[in-house]
């Protein structure tokens, strides 16, 4: 009896002096990765004078192909007043809009939805793709930015790009507010032993508390007044594996996700259908389940075309001719 209680507390004291050393661990590591960061003039991503923005793309940054303009957008410089003849397309979201360290520009969802546009358009309209996404964007900054910035440039479009990791800003140095289990060991075990599992949990589950689902609606409705003032469309992409849906529920955020719009009375549309039918989503782990690749950005532009098409938020001069077919627009 002795022996398994002696047994027992070893145990627990062993447990314990890992726990204290991973958390020890882990607050240096996040201390030095903030005492290396670059000066503010070197970095991408800053801090924000606006605190519903907690932080923001740095106007001016160049790096390896990816640039940002003097007015803070993940794009080349773009006039503040909007040309004649100009359909202009205002994008909010996270990474996947913003495209940082990710595919070359021209690869994207939302430029090549502008040249999908510009090539039925033959001249007789400009189609203008402006980017207000930023890596780590929750649904509410996503909506503050649209508030902000991209109303300011007079856009005829809004389009709200989500993904399931957007109830809370994903960590950054400068946020980490989506819940974590409390327990280092655990998630540390949780990771060696189900790494997919783990980080579904990390992307994902973590951030469908009660907080965050009432940012989700917040956004939703945010989205929905603003829709009084542009026509707003809020796209849902989806987790790139599988066994997601299969196995862990997230079709059920997915229908949480519409039943908000709905409730709101905002414009949705849902990538999920779409993306399977392309056998986009993957069966296979490691991979990245969160930013599609080439194939996956133009299906999201193709359905975006067909939706804004049914909406009837088109002009005119970028309508199909009678018996032109969806495939006879695209390369």
Do not use: C
């Not at 290396?36 to 800053?46: F, G, Q, T």
């Not at 399931?164 to 507010?177: E, G």
């Amino acid at each position: 009896m002795l022996g398994t209680l002696l047994a027992s507390v070893s145990l627990v004291v062993l447990f314990g002096a890992i726990e204290v050393g991973l958390r020890v661990y882990h607050g240096v590591k996040q201390r030095a990765a903030l005492d290396r960061l670059p000066p503010l003039s070197e970095r991408a991503v800053v801090p924000s004078e606006d605190p519903d923005l907690l932080f923001e793309f740095n106007p001016g940054f160049r790096k390896q192909g990816f640039s940002v303009n003097s007015l803070g957008m993940a794009d080349e410089e773009v006039s503040r007043d909007k040309p004649p003849g100009t359909f202009r397309m205002a994008f909010v979201g996270d990474s996947v809009s913003a495209n940082f360290g990710l595919r070359p520009r021209p690869e994207i969802y939302l430029e090549l939805l502008a040249d999908r546009l510009n090539r039925r358009a033959d001249g007789a309209l400009r189609f203008e793709s402006l980017n207000f996404g930023v890596n780590a964007y929750s649904i509410l900054q996503g909506l503050r930015m649209a508030q902000t910035r991209a109303l300011g440039l007079d856009p005829d479009l809004i389009v709200a790009q989500l993904s399931l990791n957007d109830p809370h800003p994903s960590d950054t140095d400068y946020a980490r507010v989506a819940p974590m289990h409390p327990l280092r060991l655990r998630n540390l075990l949780f990771r060696v032993a189900r790494p997919d599992r783990f980080w579904g949990y990390y992307f994902v589950d973590r951030n469908y508390d009660d907080q965050g689902w009432s940012h989700v609606r917040r956004g939703m409705q945010g989205f929905a007044a603003l829709a009084r003032v542009r026509p707003v469309l809020v796209v849902l992409f989806p987790y790139l594996y599988e066994p997601g849906y299969r196995d862990w529920g997230y079709a059920a955020l997915h229908a949480g996700y519409r039943q908000e719009a709905e409730a709101a009375g905002v414009e949705f549309v849902d990538l999920l259908g779409s993306f399977r039918s392309a056998g986009l989503l993957a069966e296979t782990w490691p991979t990245d389940p969160l930013h599609p690749d080439a194939e996956g950005h133009a299906v999201a532009a193709g359905v975006l075309e067909s939706e804004l098409e049914v909406r009837g938020w088109l002009p005119r001069a970028a309508e199909r001719n009678p018996g032109e077919t969806a495939s006879e627009t695209r390369p």
